[in-house]
């Protein structure tokens, strides 16, 4: 019969996209992993034990050895593993974030490769900071003294250290002291967010005699 180039095209099309068929990349994996926010703010390590889905050994997916049900996987061609992985949780990260672990997913069909492993992150509320984005608010104690007559003061960071912020003289309860590049740090970007100290006055108590009548005096000189 006589040659039809359309319809060997067409058969080479066909087999084609069996063939890509066949082969797939594997299904990707979410792994929630909730942090404080000091590992949000320093970065951190995870170590997981992965269960994954392989490709039997013994009958290489087949499911059968010698036309028999293989005894390795119990005729069903994959086998289950866990494997222990350690995981790089990079500084600044938020809730919603997502680490990808290359190769770690599910395995693909056909020989395809395997697809990733996606760390969904969640931080946990803090009880001294509050996060908006790469900003962070913290309360700051002061005394009546310093905040009429101004001094230093202590600022705490989520890793412990401590800044010396300097307010001046009749600083008002609420009022909020801005420090530059004292934040997060930026998860895609340079440097890091800033930090919002709130001065807290915090009013004597148990006053001895001698102070109450300081306060009077004052308070007298007040209304004058």
Request: glycine share 14%.
């Amino acid at each position: 019969g006589r040659s039809n180039p359309a319809g060997g095209a067409a058969g080479t099309s066909s087999r084609g996209a069996q063939e890509g068929f066949r082969k797939r990349v594997g299904d990707n994996i979410e792994q929630p992993v909730e942090v404080t926010l000091q590992e949000a703010y320093l970065g951190a390590a995870r170590t997981f034990n992965i269960q994954s889905t392989e490709v039997c050994s013994a009958c290489r997916g087949t499911g059968e050895v010698n036309n028999r049900p293989c005894a390795t996987c119990g005729g069903q061609g994959m086998m289950t593993k866990t494997k222990r992985l350690q995981v790089k949780i990079p500084a600044g990260v938020d809730n919603g974030s997502k680490i990808r672990v290359a190769g770690e997913g599910q395995p693909g069909i056909g020989g395809g490769p395997r697809g990733d492993l996606y760390l969904v992150i969640s931080v946990k509320q803090d009880a001294q900071f509050e996060r908006k984005g790469d900003d962070l608010y913290v309360d700051i104690d002061v005394d009546l003294v310093t905040a009429m007559l101004g001094g230093e003061v202590p600022v705490p960071l989520p890793d412990g250290r401590k800044l010396v912020l300097t307010i001046p003289s009749e600083t008002q309860n609420g009022r909020l002291f801005r420090l530059s590049g004292k934040g997060m740090p930026r998860l895609r970007g340079d440097g890091n967010g800033t930090l919002f100290a709130r001065v807290k006055v915090v009013l004597p108590m148990q006053l001895t005699e001698d102070e109450r009548s300081l306060f009077e005096e004052l308070a007298r000189g007040r209304e004058q």
